[in-house]
């Protein structure tokens, strides 16, 4: 299957800082790839869906001041988390389908921020 | 009420025994019907998928979808401890855009 990977697996940062985190598809191109978020014992939820050239959409509830995404080319989109606060700490998951009107997604490997 | 509910478990079975896993959801749009299965500290992987209502088998794994019920299951036959694994059952519409809403999650144990 198709591969899509995250960097760092893992951050620690001081509250105020900033974050950025990478998602790539290594094998494929993908216009459209799609940031989660998981709290500890809790499913993935949806924080906003990554489009190539263009803006990002964000769901309800997720402030796009604060998770800033960026789709600067067909295998990477970054979302970055500006002024952390512990709350943000989390389990940031990216994933991408293979292609327009492809049912499977690619998941990568997660990204544990934890915010001191 | 959660579009998809999902038990979270944990769901704890010795080695050999059939797991049956479970989803409601009360969007009867939803076409598409997955389950990934994820590990610890890692990104879900797709075990399997259904489209509309029916079954599909893959080697241990059964998928079923009752679209009258709004229900899904996926049945573990011969079940191994290395199956031990959070099992997260998703969706989505038969439309071009491919957001998943997803369940949150049972947490099964299988022990040798």
């Known amino acids: 299957g198709a591969v899509v990977s995250q960097h760092p697996s893992r951050v620690i940062c001081k509250s105020g800082t900033s974050v950025k985190i990478e998602c790539r598809s290594l094998?494929?191109?993908?216009?459209?790839m799609f940031w989660y978020r998981q709290f500890p014992k809790q499913s993935l939820m949806l924080m906003a869906t990554?489009?190539?050239?263009?803006?990002?959409?964000?769901e309800q509830g997720v402030e796009k001041d604060k998770f800033l995404i960026n789709h600067a080319s067909l295998t990477l989109s970054t979302l970055t988390v500006t002024s952390a606060h512990p709350e943000d700490s989390s389990f940031y998951i990216c994933s991408a389908p293979p292609g327009q009107g492809v049912y499977e997604q690619f998941f990568g490997p997660g990204t544990r921020l934890t915010v001191l | 009420q959660k579009e998809v509910e999902q038990d979270p478990g944990p769901l704890s079975v010795p080695e050999g025994a059939i797991v049956s896993l479970n989803c409601t959801y009360s969007?009867?749009?939803?076409?598409?019907f997955m389950w990934y299965r994820q590990y610890s500290r890692k990104g879900p992987e797709l075990l399997m998928y259904t489209y509309s209502s029916g079954n599909k088998e893959d080697g241990r794994f059964t998928a079923q979808v009752d679209k009258s019920s709004k229900y899904i299951s996926l049945f573990i036959r011969d079940s191994q401890p290395s199956d031990s694994a959070t099992y997260l059952c998703a969706m989505r519409l038969n439309t071009g855009f491919q957001k998943l809403v997803f369940g949150t999650g049972t947490r099964l144990l299988v022990s040798p």
């Open positions: 094998d494929f191109q993908a216009t459209t």
């Open positions: 990554s489009n190539e050239g263009s803006k990002a959409t964000y």
């Open positions: 969007n009867s749009a939803f076409q598409y």
